[in-house]
């Protein structure tokens, strides 16, 4: 079964402090996605992946990084964390028809205090 | 600029009643077109999609969606809901001929009444 994990499942910060977010994939997927899903926003992308190595801007990509340095692990960095990138981030993986078929993992919820 | 409107925020129906679910895309060119779902406190799943021939597409749990190329809709049906179907609804779409990413809707919550 295609698995898509995140970690933490929940995060406190500091503004200003630096969070790092994890994903890792089992479905051996080239492509990889982070996603913030806010009230009245549905999801909206931050970043993607067309495989290790690679990284591409998405729809909202300030105040964000991402890094994927293997096929299996796409990480989403925050550098100095605001207290407007509190939200619930999701990863997911993705090749069949280019993407449109895409598997999340559980998200990951971040509160900047 | 590429946009998925879905109308209605809420939906509410009860339990074996039909509902549909509506979505709008505005987009040149051809394009694929998905659903998914998203149970509380969990990930999106994937529903069903579409991209040419039959315009009705099937997908898990009974759900179907139809597109309309004239109306630029691609609206989910299903014939008789169930509780557990009680869920957030996003729709979903890419431009064949562009980036390998998705533009989501800002989804549609299903409420199921006993």
């Known amino acids: 079964e295609a698995a898509v994990t995140q970690s933490p499942r929940n995060k406190v910060a500091v503004t200003g402090g630096k969070v790092t977010l994890s994903c890792n994939q089992t479905n051996n997927h080239n492509n990889m996605y982070w996603y913030r899903q806010d009230t009245g926003h549905g999801l909206r992308l931050i970043h993607y992946s067309y495989g290790a190595g690679s990284t591409e801007k998405g729809d909202i990509p300030d105040g964000y990084k991402a890094s994927r340095p293997s096929q299996e692990n796409f990480s989403l960095i925050l550098e100095l964390a605001t207290p407007s990138q509190t939200s619930v981030y999701f990863c997911?993986?993705?090749?069949?028809?280019?993407?449109?078929?895409?598997?999340f993992g559980p998200g990951t919820r971040l509160t900047v205090l | 600029t590429q946009t998925v409107s879905q109308s209605d925020a809420h939906v509410t129906v009860f339990e074996g009643d039909s509902v549909e679910l509506r979505c709008n895309y505005s987009y040149g060119g051809s394009i694929y077109l998905s659903w998914y779902i998203q149970h509380h406190g969990r990930g999106l799943q994937f529903l069903l999609k579409y991209y040419s021939g039959n315009p009705v597409v099937q997908g898990v749990n009974g759900f179907e969606a139809e597109f309309s190329k004239s109306d630029s809709s691609f609206h989910l049906r299903k014939a008789s809901v169930h509780w557990s179907d009680s869920a957030v609804y996003f729709c979903a779409a890419r431009s064949t001929g562009g980036a390998d990413r998705l533009t989501f809707g800002k989804g549609t919550q299903l409420i199921i009444q006993p």
């Open positions: 997911a993986s993705g090749d069949i028809w280019g993407g449109v078929e895409q598997f």
